[in-house]
């Protein structure tokens, strides 16, 4: 990890690396702050990477902060999903897990000694006539008539607030900072405000609750952080962040640093719209596999290294752009192609009969599990006289581009013989139901003696030793490459983002398989177990990824 050749750059690790030349610092301290209010999308692995890789190539340390101040959409079940994404990416914080809400009584502190030094005031204006004091980017703010209130007066007043003598709404406390500031945020913003609100750390022992410009920059300071690391919408809170450093005794000067987030086609990347799509169950939960969220990804048989190689293709700059799916995966595509053990499966099965293979015979064919990869081994492949291909593999007549089976032509069984297909079946419908053909029991690993060579190779299993099992197809969950910018996303919603295939038969050596490890299925894609199958024993393999990028077609 520590190879300095490999590792990625970007203008934040420029500004740390001038901060250690110069010795403004000795050690690079970074935090990855999560609000615990739903479950962590692909563009929180982003800043996960950016600030725990940060940590590991300069030898520092990455705190994990739950940013809790909003008990009303927090929940613990979030704390522990996000702890256990973050460990499944490869990482590891410093210590304890922390929460701003270990802070409270510190950020209390901080917020008295605002209210001593007179920067800060109990207000009550309401919540229309504070909007209208505000003021707009063209037109400056006004005073609220409560800004000159005595200290002692708002020390009692914000100790009443803490004592839980005012209704919320009633009034707030406000920084007094400048009412006609360029920077809204400057704008008096408030501090704290009344919540009688559960909390899920601590419980109802506040029912006052700071506010996040506020809590942040004191928690990082708390914490000695060193950069602290956001995205761009917080830009112009840098000045409200850099203010209260400078305003209260906190023992230490962080720095704000922005990057863009990252943005994904056809995805929503708002926790808060995603929230409505399980509340609404227009998905199965937070980690349906067509989420962007990381638990998604895994349940879907991404790997963590193939996320973090997404997170160091995309880099980290400061302009604002969508990156296309192919992107990211080509990245788990890439590391599947290398790692996945290869397996056959056939999604939607016809018969193929080998009318001159003996019958009754069973054949235990020995297969390599990976084309390259001589360390993954070989597996036993049982074939008989009775195949199961894939429907799509057979035609009565084709043009030489259809390289699969057709009558009267050969085709190599993967693993196995060079077969002619001689005759086939239909149902009422004329679909087909059973191929027959002949084999050449020469082929077994060999070309045919005749010289000629098959035109294509397709995948099959054998009838009586295949395993049945469910297979999710899953395709982009919207049918527009921003579905953020549509009035309503329910409207672009992708009706066929899960096809659900009841008939699949799999080779046996896939009842080994285990939750979230992909493999290869021969000439489909990457499939991986599902990791919440009720049923032991049930075979339900979720779609990773095709084998081919299919997104350039979509998008061209
Ligand atoms: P959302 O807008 O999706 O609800 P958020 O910013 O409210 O996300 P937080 O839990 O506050 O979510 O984010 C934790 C950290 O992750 C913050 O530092 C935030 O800047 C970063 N982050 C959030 N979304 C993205 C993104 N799309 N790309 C990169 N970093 C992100
Ligand atoms: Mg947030």
């Given at each position: 990890?520590?190879?300095?050749?490999?590792?990625?750059?970007?203008?934040?690790?420029?500004?740390?690396?001038?901060?250690?030349?110069?010795?403004?610092?000795?050690?690079?301290?970074?935090?990855?702050?999560?609000?615990?209010?739903?479950?962590?999308?692909?563009?929180?692995?982003?800043?996960?990477?950016?600030?725990?890789?940060?940590?590991?190539?300069?030898?520092?340390?990455?705190?994990?902060?739950?940013?809790?101040?909003?008990?009303?959409?927090?929940?613990?079940?979030?704390?522990?999903?996000?702890?256990?994404?973050?460990?499944?990416?490869?990482?590891?914080?410093?210590?304890?897990?922390?929460?701003?809400?270990?802070?409270?009584?510190?950020?209390?502190?901080?917020?008295?000694?605002?209210?001593?030094?007179?920067?800060?005031?109990?207000?009550?204006?309401?919540?229309?006539?504070?909007?209208?004091?505000?003021?707009?980017?063209?037109?400056?703010?006004?005073?609220?008539?409560?800004?000159?209130?005595?200290?002692?007066?708002?020390?009692?007043?914000?100790?009443?607030?803490?004592?839980?003598?005012?209704?919320?709404?009633?009034?707030?406390?406000?920084?007094?900072?400048?009412?006609?500031?360029?920077?809204?945020?400057?704008?008096?913003?408030?501090?704290?405000?009344?919540?009688?609100?559960?909390?899920?750390?601590?419980?109802?022992?506040?029912?006052?609750?700071?506010?996040?410009?506020?809590?942040?920059?004191?928690?990082?300071?708390?914490?000695?952080?060193?950069?602290?690391?956001?995205?761009?919408?917080?830009?112009?809170?840098?000045?409200?962040?850099?203010?209260?450093?400078?305003?209260?005794?906190?023992?230490?000067?962080?720095?704000?640093?922005?990057?863009?987030?990252?943005?994904?086609?056809?995805?929503?990347?708002?926790?808060?719209?995603?929230?409505?799509?399980?509340?609404?169950?227009?998905?199965?939960?937070?980690?349906?596999?067509?989420?962007?969220?990381?638990?998604?990804?895994?349940?879907?048989?991404?790997?963590?290294?193939?996320?973090?190689?997404?997170?160091?293709?995309?880099?980290?700059?400061?302009?604002?752009?969508?990156?296309?799916?192919?992107?990211?995966?080509?990245?788990?595509?890439?590391?599947?192609?290398?790692?996945?053990?290869?397996?056959?499966?056939?999604?939607?099965?016809?018969?193929?009969?080998?009318?001159?293979?003996?019958?009754?015979?069973?054949?235990?064919?020995?297969?390599?599990?990976?084309?390259?990869?001589?360390?993954?081994?070989?597996?036993?492949?049982?074939?008989?006289?009775?195949?199961?291909?894939?429907?799509?593999?057979?035609?009565?007549?084709?043009?030489?581009?259809?390289?699969?089976?057709?009558?009267?032509?050969?085709?190599?069984?993967?693993?196995?013989?060079?077969?002619?297909?001689?005759?086939?079946?239909?149902?009422?419908?004329?679909?087909?139901?059973?191929?027959?053909?002949?084999?050449?029991?020469?082929?077994?690993?060999?070309?045919?003696?005749?010289?000629?060579?098959?035109?294509?190779?397709?995948?099959?299993?054998?009838?009586?030793?295949?395993?049945?099992?469910?297979?999710?197809?899953?395709?982009?969950?919207?049918?527009?490459?921003?579905?953020?910018?549509?009035?309503?996303?329910?409207?672009?919603?992708?009706?066929?983002?899960?096809?659900?295939?009841?008939?699949?038969?799999?080779?046996?050596?896939?009842?080994?398989?285990?939750?979230?490890?992909?493999?290869?299925?021969?000439?489909?894609?990457?499939?991986?177990?599902?990791?919440?199958?009720?049923?032991?024993?049930?075979?339900?393999?979720?779609?990773?990824?095709g084998l081919r990028d299919t997104w350039a077609k979509i998008s061209g």
């Amino acid at each position: 990890m520590s190879d300095t050749e490999n590792r990625p750059s970007n203008f934040i690790r420029q500004i740390i690396d001038a901060d250690l030349a110069s010795g403004k610092h000795t050690s690079v301290q970074t935090r990855f702050p999560p609000e615990p209010n739903g479950f962590l999308h692909i563009g929180h692995a982003k800043a996960i990477c950016l600030n725990f890789g940060i940590a590991q190539d300069y030898q520092g340390q990455c705190n994990l902060r739950f940013d809790d101040t909003n008990p009303e959409k927090e929940d613990i079940d979030y704390v522990n999903a996000i702890q256990e994404d973050v460990k499944w990416l490869g990482f590891e914080w410093a210590g304890d897990v922390h929460y701003s809400s270990d802070y409270f009584e510190q950020l209390h502190g901080y917020a008295v000694e605002l209210i001593e030094k007179g920067l800060a005031y109990v207000c009550f204006l309401n919540a229309e006539e504070t909007r209208e004091y505000r003021g707009t980017l063209n037109k400056p703010g006004k005073n609220s008539p409560y800004r000159d209130t005595s200290v002692e007066e708002n020390l009692a007043l914000f100790e009443k607030m803490r004592n839980g003598e005012f209704e919320e709404g009633v009034c707030a406390l406000r920084a007094k900072i400048d009412m006609s500031s360029s920077f809204m945020c400057m704008r008096d913003p408030v501090i704290y405000r009344v919540r009688f609100a559960h909390h899920h750390q601590t419980g109802d022992k506040w029912c006052i609750y700071p506010m996040y410009d506020f809590t942040h920059c004191l928690s990082d300071a708390i914490e000695n952080i060193t950069h602290s690391i956001c995205t761009l919408e917080f830009q112009d809170n840098r000045r409200l962040y850099d203010w209260v450093i400078e305003n209260t005794s906190v023992p230490a000067t962080p720095h704000q640093y922005e990057f863009s987030r990252l943005n994904l086609e056809y995805t929503l990347m708002s926790k808060r719209k995603l929230n409505t799509l399980v509340e609404e169950k227009l998905v199965d939960g937070w980690d349906d596999p067509r989420m962007p969220t990381i638990a998604a990804f895994r349940r879907r048989g991404y790997t963590p290294a193939s996320m973090r190689e997404f997170a160091k293709r995309i880099g980290v700059t400061k302009m604002d752009n969508t990156v296309e799916m192919s992107v990211l995966e080509a990245c788990i595509r890439e590391d599947l192609n290398d790692n996945a053990p290869r397996a056959m499966a056939v999604l939607e099965p016809i018969k193929l009969v080998i009318e001159n293979y003996p019958e009754g015979q069973l054949e235990e064919l020995t297969v390599k599990n990976h084309p390259s990869d001589e360390s993954q081994g070989t597996r036993i492949v049982p074939f008989s006289r009775e195949l199961l291909i894939e429907a799509e593999d057979f035609k009565e007549e084709a043009n030489k581009k259809y390289k699969r089976l057709v009558l009267g032509k050969a085709v190599r069984l993967r693993g196995a013989y060079v077969v002619t297909a001689t005759r086939c079946d239909k149902d009422e419908q004329g679909n087909v139901t059973t191929v027959y053909c002949t084999y050449d029991p020469e082929t077994l690993g060999k070309n045919p003696s005749d010289g000629t060579k098959p035109k294509g190779v397709i995948h099959w299993v054998e009838e009586t030793k295949a395993l049945d099992a469910t297979v999710r197809l899953y395709d982009r969950l919207f049918t527009v490459p921003n579905p953020a910018a549509s009035d309503d996303f329910h409207s672009v919603i992708n009706p066929e983002s899960l096809i659900t295939l009841e008939t699949a038969k799999v080779e046996p050596a896939l009842a080994e398989a285990k939750p979230e490890q992909a493999y290869q299925f021969e000439r489909q894609g990457y499939f991986c177990l599902d990791n919440r199958i009720d049923e032991p024993g049930k075979l339900v393999f979720n779609r990773t990824v095709g084998l081919r990028d299919t997104w350039a077609k979509i998008s061209g």
